[in-house]
């Protein structure tokens, strides 16, 4: 009788996580995250001083060109040129280190707790903004570089961030 209830008990688990191919898995979850991974240029050429590329989450209201994430009351974002997190000023505060080419960087939005948080290569860099007022956001990255990028939502491949860890350790955190 325990095993079925264990049974029973891990089945209404796994209806939180749908199966897509082997070793990906989409969570429906109260967290939505993607990566953007910078290429290293085969020209040193390419990358300028000044290059940046920013990663973050925006409203609607954001304008799709002219500012960076972050430097309106619409976005916050995470710069890779001096490594400042971003939200409604061209001042940002410090954050984590600046990154490049060869780095992946990720954007989460916790709606558990309304917090945004990014990683770089795959760790965890801590929370940058707290209180995010509540709302739909979209994932954005600003753009002022030729250097080649892509963007991953984690269907295609997987995360380099443990996301299904992360994930579960903040259900903990919630007691659920």
Not at 39 to 68: M, W, Y
């Amino acid at each position: 009788s325990s095993s079925s209830s264990s049974s029973s008990s891990s089945k209404s688990n796994s209806s939180k996580v749908a199966d897509l191919k082997p070793g990906l898995q989409l969570v429906f979850s109260m967290i939505a995250y993607f990566e953007v991974r910078i290429e290293k240029s085969e020209s040193t050429e390419q990358q300028h001083v000044g290059d940046c590329i920013a990663i973050g989450v925006a409203r609607n209201k954001f304008p799709l060109t002219g500012k960076q994430p972050g430097w309106d009351p619409y976005s916050f974002g995470y710069h890779g040129d001096d490594g400042n997190a971003f939200h409604a000023s061209g001042v940002g505060h410090m954050y984590a280190n600046s990154f490049g080419p060869g780095d992946t960087v990720g954007c989460g939005i916790n709606y558990n707790n309304r917090s945004i948080f990014f990683t770089k290569n795959g760790s965890f860099l801590g929370t940058a903004f707290h209180c995010v007022p509540p709302g739909s956001y979209y994932p954005v990255v600003g753009v002022d570089t030729r250097l080649p990028f892509h963007v991953n939502f984690g269907i295609i491949r997987p995360f380099k961030f443990k996301l299904l860890i992360y994930h579960q350790q903040q259900m903990e955190k919630l007691g659920r």
